[in-house]
């Protein structure tokens, strides 16, 4: 028989995420909030509100189109971690759970796994939204390097995110509850800078912008599009990143315990 | 060392007690089935054995680790086929074979041709590559039978494999059962239907409202709830005429509509001699009936009720109004 | 009970049915009139600013954008109709009401009606809040006008949906229901007027026949209410509601394919 070391997690945590990744694809209603509605809104925004550069008070940015592109990647990313806590629910409610909670794996490998196969689904998010950007007219002013940066922290906020929707994927056990929380990713963005330039938002949404840790994950996202790569965003954008992966990581945990201690 | 162990095991949901004290000790390479109707705590004590559900009180041993204490080796020697099947549905049977390998650590090439080999024994190659959404109830069965054995488990937990089964496909799932067990995998297995514990088992433990109420060999508890009895009927109104002929054989029951009853001790060795002491006697059989004790017998004199027939009676036979569950469309 | 009086009954049934799911189910109503109402808060914070350029004829936001959350609050509840049928049919509750002697147009009607009633909660939603927060007040005429508008385009939006769902038979179309009304009510002038809109989304709007619908629903609220606003409104529901209620008529007959 086989001991399971910490060696040999890592190949259950590639098994899992593999099979979060192909469950996404395999299931139209998951994949499709990841990255079709992200992308019709990213087109209204840019056709309705690209007069919006013409503002006096409106930053220096190569199009509307480039301002936008992070937004579409952040809400992409956003929606992959709800869907990914839909299907963690769901693997609750269908006792697929069981078959990994029967296995000599250690409790957290289910959760990371998830989570692993939802920071590529980030990949996915930030790769699909440059080339949508690129073929419609964008630049990416930070070139190949500003690219990496824009993936990997898509990555990395996929996975703080995911850690969210798994937190409330555990506590509840139930999909419908999880599916509940997708009009909060939309709502949550625009009370940040992802939309439109903080100074230019009306108030509280201005304020409560101004504050909001997606804000900084924005910036981060946002910069090597239009400016190049700067060390201070990718700061911003790691500690945006980082607030809300402690909270996740967190809340799953806590879920987790009282799961497994009421069982 | 007994492969399961328990002692005065329990199991509490707020005020239910599912299970209200089971001591039981099975052994290793024993077919151990667990009967009693739905509802009686076999699930609740099989997701306790299995790591799923911590006991209220009591302990229990699997393959010589506690439960517990030391759940994580109880998982390296037990393969689980639980009754909801656990599967998803759009997984396809050999990735889901092939999962189960890596969560117990099998190296990627070794599952990939393990899987191939178990889905080629319980009959699945050819659907190895489709989805499980499109499998039958019986293809899902061997499917998860398939997945709990990847990794050689000592100890294998079937809860209700055959549950919903059409019988063909219920007799594969007793032959794969009877393969495994010749090679020396201990079964452990919940069932509600007489014929899969009377059929497969070395031992049987009957449960009831989350209690063991007898436990033994089959033919052993059939025996002490009585012996078989042979049923004639004899042409010509013969049936009076008879009763003392048989008399030498056993209890005789009163004729009753042509029909007499005798028990006979040693069951089926005895008809020969009983027909030919009849045709001695100048009485013609047209008809006889060896009917033998069953495990519904076991549990009706354990219980006062009868075990198949309590489950006839809860079937749900209107289709429910689906969960009005709010599942607006949500953006 | 045969004829006309057993198919109302049929029919009435059908919709108490439907509404039995919003008024069991503590907070099922909730997300319809959410949605649309943070969507209309949330643009309002963000895109706010925009009535300084030059095309706008109103300095309220507010008001240029209530009656697109308006007509998405109707149209959500519109696709959730869809959504719900897919998933009994899925369930094979739907087969119950197949078997029934219920005639084809009853049963669509039903299920349509109560989609449109549905609509009312966050067409009543979005109006309260966005008139408490300071939307211009659009007069009764435009009340009444927008109000009806929705109600009538949640039918449409109900039969589309209901037409996807015999269709494809399965919860999977849902993303199709929802991004159809997504972009039918959005690629219109919902953000900004024809003459602020730029490039492709001009040209969408343009030709978009529910762009008719949303300046029907918005004449109120950022001006007055004219029959020369209305009437294209009112036409393009009536030809719309014919096109969808035929597709789902033919779905329902041929639910049995």
Do not use: C
């Amino acid at each position: 028989m086989r001991r399971a070391s910490a060696g040999q997690n890592l190949p259950v945590v590639g098994a899992l995420a593999r099979r979060s990744i192909v469950q996404t694809f395999r299931r139209p209603q998951f994949l499709a909030p990841i990255l079709l509605f992200p992308t019709l809104l990213l087109a209204i925004n840019t056709g309705g509100a690209g007069r919006a550069v013409d503002l006096p008070a409106f930053p220096e940015v190569g199009g509307f189109l480039d301002f936008q592109l992070a937004a579409s990647t952040l809400q992409a990313t956003m929606l992959a971690a709800v869907s990914g806590g839909v299907a963690l629910a769901l693997d609750f409610e269908l006792g697929f759970n069981d078959r990994l909670l029967a296995a000599p794996i250690p409790r957290w490998v289910m959760i990371v796994g998830r989570l692993a196969g939802t920071a590529i689904m980030g990949v996915v998010a930030a790769v699909w939204f440059l080339a949508i950007g690129l073929i419609f007219g964008a630049e990416i002013v930070g070139g190949p390097a500003g690219a990496l940066v824009v993936i990997a922290l898509s990555a990395l906020a996929a996975a703080a995110f995911g850690g969210l929707g798994a937190a409330l994927a555990v506590r509840s056990g139930q999909a419908s509850v999880v599916q509940g929380t997708f009009p909060l990713a939309f709502v949550i963005l625009f009370l940040s800078s992802a939309f439109f330039p903080q100074e230019l938002m009306q108030e509280p949404a201005a304020t409560a912008a101004a504050y909001n840790p997606l804000s900084f994950i924005v910036e981060g996202l946002r910069e090597p599009v239009l400016y190049g790569v700067s060390g201070e965003a990718i700061l911003h954008g790691l500690g945006g990143v980082a607030i809300v992966g402690i909270v996740g990581v967190t809340l799953t945990a806590l879920a987790m315990r009282a799961r497994l201690r009421a069982a | 060392m007994a492969a399961i162990e328990t002692n005065a095991l329990e199991r509490s949901f707020d005020e239910l007690r599912a299970v209200a004290g089971i001591d039981m000790a099975v052994a290793e390479g024993e077919i151990y089935a667990f009967l009693g109707p739905n509802g009686a705590g076999k699930t609740t004590t099989v997701r306790m054995l299995t790591t799923l559900l911590r006991p209220t009180a009591g302990t229990a041993r699997v393959a010589g680790h506690d439960v517990v204490g030391d759940p994580g080796a109880v998982r390296r020697q037990i393969g689980v086929a639980l009754q909801e099947a656990a599967l998803d549905p759009l997984m396809t049977g050999a990735e889901l074979v092939r999962l189960q390998a890596t969560l117990h650590g099998i190296a990627r090439a070794e599952g990939r041709w393990k899987a191939a080999a178990l889905l080629e024994r319980v009959g699945l190659s050819d659907a190895s590559s489709r989805r499980i959404g499109t499998y039958s109830g019986g293809m899902r069965r061997r499917l998860d039978l398939a997945a709990a054995l990847v990794h050689e488990p000592r100890v294998l937990f079937l809860d209700e494999p055959t549950t919903g089964l059409d019988p063909a496909s219920r007799q594969a799932i007793w032959d794969e059962v009877r393969n495994l067990n010749a090679g020396g995998t201990t079964v452990f297995l919940t069932t509600q239907y007489l014929e899969e514990a009377d059929q497969l088992a070395d031992r049987v433990g009957i449960i009831d409202e989350g209690l063991m109420r007898v436990e033994g060999t089959p033919g052993a508890l059939k025996a002490q709830v009585g012996s078989p009895h042979l049923e004639l009927s004899l042409a010509d109104g013969g049936a009076e005429r008879a009763e003392p002929v048989l008399a030498r054989f056993g209890e005789v029951q009163p004729p009753r509509d042509g029909v007499v009853q005798v028990g006979l001790a040693r069951g089926a060795a005895e008809i020969a001699t009983v027909v030919l002491a009849l045709d001695d006697a100048g009485l013609t059989v047209e008809s006889l009936e060896l009917v033998q004790p069953t495990l519904d017998d076991v549990f009706l004199a354990e219980t006062g009720r009868h075990l198949e027939g309590a489950d006839e009676g809860e079937d749900d036979s209107a289709d429910p109004e689906p969960e009005a569950a709010g599942a607006d469309a949500r953006s | 009970m045969t004829g006309a009086a057993g198919h109302l009954d049929a029919v009435g049934a059908l919709m108490r049915r439907a509404l039995n799911e919003l008024l069991r189910v503590p907070g099922a109503a909730i997300p319809g009139v959410l949605a649309p109402s943070l969507f209309m808060l949330g643009l309002t914070g963000v895109f706010g600013e925009l009535t300084e350029l030059q095309g706008f004829d109103t300095d309220s936001f507010l008001s240029f954008i209530l009656p697109v959350s308006l007509v998405q609050g109707a149209t959500f509840a519109g696709a959730a109709t869809g959504v719900n049928l897919a998933r009994d049919i899925e369930i094979g509750w739907f087969d119950r009401l197949l078997a029934a002697p219920v005639p084809r147009p009853a049963l669509l009607a039903g299920i349509v009606l109560s989609a449109s009633l549905r609509s009312l909660l966050p067409i009543t939603g979005v109006l309260v809040l966005g008139l408490a927060l300071g939307a211009n007040w659009p007069g009764i005429d435009g009340l009444l006008v927008a109000v009806g508008l929705g109600f009538a385009f949640a039918s449409v939006a109900a039969s589309w949906t209901v037409g996807l769902a015999l269709r494809f038979k399965t919860q999977a179309a849902a993303p199709l229901m929802q991004a159809s009304m997504f972009v039918a009510v959005l690629f219109t002038t919902s953000y900004a007027p024809q003459e602020v809109l730029t490039g492709w989304l001009a040209t969408v709007a343009r030709y978009n026949p529910v762009t008719r619908v949303v300046e029907g629903v918005r004449q109120g609220f950022v001006g007055e209410v004219t029959w020369s606003e209305t009437w294209p409104a009112l036409a393009v529901l009536v030809v719309l509601l014919a096109l969808m209620v035929a597709f789902a008529l033919r779905g329902l007959r041929h639910a049995g394919d």
